[in-house]
């Protein structure tokens, strides 16, 4: 009963409150309208990339400004919108709410929450289009992003302010990459941002249904803008997700965003701009269709201390067509990114996953932000595994090997096999660099290959359970002393003394 | 034979409207031109263009007010007025129309502007203003 009469001494305060005036607004009227694209006449005063508002409420952008008419995208139904209707400018450049509360949410690309977990209230709002940090303002990349994907965190480390494309056919776990690394930020200090452009709602709500599981939602923002919403909302939600990730860098946080995929973000830019008409160039994607990458990347950043020291990690994907990389978009934006993870159908169904191909693979500054400890190992590491590639290519055609041929050959198998990982089941970077060095210094070559996952998986429970000092001291250390190596090798040798397998060959 | 755009059109006819006296016979030429070269459909967009041009020339402007029931002679020129002083124009061409949606208040129009004052446009502002 209180609460009913609080209401309404609310809604009469409100309405008294409210001040009645005369408005002045701009109109405009729809000339033509179709395709998500409407062509307004009037609005001469109409900026570049500025709200606008039809007569039922839904929201367009200006694209095209010309001599008497612009040309304009509707960010949601546009069934509604008839020829001759109404358009009203709002003065506002697209902008949409950031803030903490977006934190754990689903969004579409204009912030609104399609979690059904309740209205997203924020005080501040971002426009989705903004100039990147300069020269000034940035740092060199030396902070390392815990992938907890070995292949990755060993050989094509990731820095937090780096983008790093993954590139890949369809079906051969790039999503899976990313998922996992998002979901192995747990407690490393990060936020992240899942961009899903174009992708179908059931993949992406499998996806939630999993970042819940983890607890991976607590730091993470979903902005999904699904296959069957129209272009321009495919088209503006990677702009959306970097405002709200920007929102984080710029509080000093460190971000990672995932742009999956942009592909199918050009492919809607294509598409706009074609109803636009725009002149088409090559693959029929318009002239700046570069530009729409670069400046999307360029957004990531990693602050100097002055500017408070965040960054904006950004982990694009892009699907080739048959393991083309030579085509526009992928070319494009390898050029644009800091490195590449390639993926391949091949190794995916040879059994080797994540599909990674390490030789096209490549971080071009990941490695200055990779911990001591990880750096060491991981050199011994690539060595091992190009010069596996070599031998493995000619030892098909004989068997009579010299010794160190066989060694190497024998070595390289279980390098292989160590760097085979399961979904959803990331390794911490403690653990990566304890079972490199074995590897490394030779402690595992007595253990057969067929077994090694065994012994990887129940090495690492062995590790939490004997051998947490040892996980400590490297964690706190960050550097493989002589007196961590030791002890490594010592835990390596208990344990080895435990396995029934090798006993039994003995 | 290539196109020749409305606005074109529009122009060419308002600069022989001018300079001539017998506006009916250039009127009559210009329709059978439009003929010749195929192009009467577009006659609605010449007209729109022309008046536009004419407008601008003449430094006048064509504004529209929406009230729900008739006004007086006074209330319309203040209208009148109040346009120019926004425009800084000499001459207001004015046209009526009755909506008794408005409810009240009244909606002057003039190139891009609205100027908004009805009753059912201060409802929906109070609106969504109540949450």
Known sequence: ????????????????????????????????????????????????????????????????????????????????????????????????????????????????????????????????????????????????????????????????????????????????????????????????????????????????????????????????????????????????????AEYFMDKGEDVLIVYDDLSKHAVAYREISLLLRRPPGREAYPGDIFYLHSRLLERSAKLNKENGGGSLTALPIIETQSGDVSAYIPTNVISITDGQIYLEAD??????????????????????????????????????????????????????????????????????????????KTVEVTKQVIIFYALGQGLLDDIPVDKIKEFEDKFYEFLDVQASDLLESIKTEGDLTKKIEETITKTVNDYKETLDYLIVKE | MKKIKAKIYAQVLYQLSCETDDLDSVLANFVKLLVSRNQLSLINEIINDFKQIYNKNENQVDAQVVTPFALDKNTKHLIEDLIRQMNTVKKVELTEIIDKELIGGLVVNFDDTRIDTSIKKQLSLLKNNIK
């Open chain 1, 1 to 244: 009963m209180a609460d009913k009469t609080h209401i309404i001494e609310s809604l009469k305060k409100q309405i008294e409150d409210f001040k009645s005036q005369a408005v002045i607004e701009k109109v405009g009227k729809v000339l033509e309208i179709g395709d998500g694209i409407a062509r307004i006449s009037g609005l001469s005063d109409c900026m570049a990339s500025e709200m606008i508002q039809f007569e039922n409420g839904e929201i367009g952008v200006a694209l095209n400004l010309e001599e008497d008419s612009i040309g304009a995208i509707i960010l949601g139904d546009y069934l509604g919108i008839k020829e001759g209707d109404t358009v009203k400018t709002t003065g506002q450049i697209l902008q949409i709410p950031v803030g903490d509360n977006l934190v754990g949410r689903v969004v579409d690309p204009l912030g609104n929450a399609l979690d059904g977990k309740g209205e997203i209230s924020t005080k501040q709002f971002l426009p989705i289009e903004k100039i990147a940090p300069g020269v000034i303002t940035r740092s060199s990349v030396n902070q390392p992003v815990q992938t907890g994907i070995k292949a990755i965190d060993s050989v094509i480390p990731i820095g937090r302010g780096q983008r790093e494309l993954i590139i890949g056919d369809r079906q051969t776990g790039k999503t899976a990459l990313a998922i996992d690394t998002i979901i192995n930020q747990k407690g490393l200090n990060m936020k992240c941002v899942y961009v899903a452009i174009g992708q179908k709602e059931s993949k992406v709500s499998k996806i939630i249904a999993k970042f819940e599981e983890t607890g991976a939602m607590e730091y993470t923002t979903v902005v999904l803008a699904g296959a069957s919403d129209p272009a321009s909302l495919n088209y503006i939600a990677p702009y959306s997700g970097c405002a709200i």
């Open chain 1, 347 to 424: 190794l995916f169904y040879q059994g080797i996953r994540p599909a990674l191909n390490a030789g096209l693979s490549v971080s071009r500054v990941g490695s200055a932000a990779q911990i001591k400890a990880m750096k060491k190992v991981a050199g011994k590491l690539k060595l091992d595994l190009a010069q596996y590639r070599e031998l493995a290519a000619f030892a098909q055609f004989g068997s009579d090997l010299d010794e160190g041929t066989k060694k190497q050959l024998e070595r390289g198998k279980r390098v292989v096999e160590i760097m085979k990982q399961d979904q959803y």
